[in-house]
């Protein structure tokens, strides 16, 4: 079946503008999860939506930062007046919801990634 | 917080080589661990997994090791190939009760193996 997909591939933009990102989940998937992955941070955990809902936003670096989820789907990350220093790649990552009493996410599967470069 | 710490790389190794990526953590309780590999041009894929203390995850020649003791989860594999190159990320799941399943990733090792 289909994986996760992101777009755009890649974005150039200049300092100052806003940005959407998006992400289309594997089908099913109720978990899903954003990260980041820039040079100079690593691989650094953004937010996580269970359904529409986002109870872990604590890797968000600032409040330029929002993301939303509708329809338990796709999720959107907006970056809002970007600066340099949001040049990296976001991954958007779905996993399923376990069935045992605690729900437990699953394996993660990952999209190709969104490739931001801020002038 | 819970921490991931890789060895730096590159690495670079001939064909055949034997292959081992240091990976040690910090966590409370008992986190599950995690290889991901990324191909060049590719997403991150789930290379294996172990759960608990001792378990040895395993995949296309790749093993590691839970050791609690030493908190610790190795990556190694006997020969290495070409088409092993790329950069691995050793990563942590915190345990059920205080977690959402997040990943905690380290800062990536990239392998290059020359034929």
């Known amino acids: 079946g289909a994986g996760v997909s992101q777009s755009p591939s890649n974005k150039v933009t200049e300092k100052g503008k806003d940005v959407e990102l998006r992400c289309d989940p594997i089908s099913g998937h109720t978990a899903l999860y954003w990260y980041r992955q820039s040079l100079g941070q690593g691989l650094e955990f953004l937010i996580y939506?269970?359904?529409?809902?986002?109870?872990?936003k604590s890797g968000l670096p600032s409040d330029r930062f929002s993301a939303e989820r509708t329809g338990g789907s796709v999720s959107t990350l907006t970056i809002q007046r970007t600066q340099q220093e949001d040049s990296a790649v976001y991954l958007c990552a779905s996993s399923r919801v376990g069935a045992g009493p605690r729900d437990w996410p699953r394996e993660q599967y990952f999209g190709p990634g969104t490739r931001l470069t801020v002038t | 917080g819970d921490s991931v710490t890789q060895m730096e790389g590159p690495v670079t190794l001939s064909e055949e080589a034997f292959l081992t990526i240091n990976c040690t953590y910090t966590a409370t309780g008992y986190p599950s661990l995690f290889w991901y590999v990324q191909y060049p041009g590719e997403g991150l894929q789930l290379l294996l997994k172990?759960?608990?203390?001792?378990d040895k995850g395993s995949n296309k020649g790749f093993e590691a090791t839970y050791r609690k003791e030493t908190t610790s989860f190795h990556l190694e594999k006997g020969s290495v190939q070409v088409s092993d190159s790329a950069v691995y990320f050793c990563a942590l799941r915190g345990p059920h009760s205080s977690n959402t399943g997040k990943l905690i990733f380290g800062q990536g090792t990239t392998l290059q193996v020359k034929p």
């Open positions: 172990a759960t608990k203390a001792d």
């Open positions: 939506f269970q359904g529409n809902s986002a109870p872990d």
